[in-house]
């Protein structure tokens, strides 16, 4: 069996309808927050790339802390991009899956030979790649070369 190139789970990523109301069936129903909110804008200077194409994004999002991973609700602001497609054909639900690596380039071109690379961007810091894993994985996998918070210039805790 070969080594893992994923070491560590960092976050899920749910993408939800009605941001507000989700956060507060989670802390209602199961205990979870304190939650953290943002608007997340992503464009050219984001160097933010779906399916290699430049594009602008906006999302807002909310995150919490269950153990030692970082959930992420993603309320897609606009109708086109991936968390918005995601949303239109399959409904609220887990769409990615955020690993460490110990190194994230090698990674990166090691797994896009067999998986097609849908997204990448740098924010808060971090360089971040989302690999079309679904069919292999049952799961889009998203690869970041850190964690914000990490650095004390992140944009999101």
């Given at each position: 069996?070969?080594?893992?190139?994923?070491?560590?789970?960092?976050?899920?990523?749910?993408?939800?309808?009605?941001?507000?109301?989700?956060?507060?069936?989670?802390?209602?129903?199961?205990?979870?927050?304190?939650?953290?909110?943002?608007?997340?804008?992503?464009?050219?200077?984001?160097?933010?790339?779906?399916?290699?194409?430049?594009?602008?994004?906006?999302?807002?999002?909310?995150?919490?802390?269950?153990?030692?991973?970082?959930?992420?609700?993603?309320?897609?602001?606009?109708?086109?991009?991936?968390?918005?497609?995601?949303?239109s054909?399959?409904?609220?639900?887990?769409?990615?899956?955020?690993?460490?690596?110990?190194?994230?380039?090698?990674?990166?071109?090691?797994?896009?030979?067999?998986?097609?690379?849908m997204?990448?961007?740098?924010?808060?810091?971090?360089?971040?790649?989302?690999?079309?894993?679904?069919?292999?994985?049952?799961v889009?996998?998203?690869?970041?070369?850190?964690?914000?918070?990490?650095?004390?210039?992140?944009d999101v805790t």
């Amino acid at each position: 069996m070969r080594d893992p190139i994923f070491n560590e789970t960092l976050q899920l990523g749910i993408v939800v309808r009605d941001l507000e109301a989700t956060v507060r069936r989670y802390e209602e129903d199961y205990g979870i927050g304190p939650w953290t909110f943002a608007q997340i804008d992503l464009g050219e200077a984001n160097n933010y790339r779906e399916y290699g194409r430049p594009d602008e994004r906006s999302n807002r999002i909310a995150v919490a802390w269950v153990g030692q991973v970082m959930w992420e609700l993603i309320e897609p602001l606009d109708e086109e991009g991936i968390f918005a497609h995601f949303l239109s054909e399959k409904g609220e639900g887990i769409h990615h899956v955020a690993v460490g690596t110990p190194n994230f380039y090698e990674t990166v071109a090691g797994t896009e030979r067999e998986n097609k690379l849908m997204l990448s961007c740098e924010f808060s810091g971090i360089d971040i790649a989302y690999l079309d894993t679904q069919r292999n994985l049952g799961v889009t996998i998203e690869i970041a070369s850190g964690m914000p918070g990490d650095r004390e210039d992140s944009d999101v805790t």
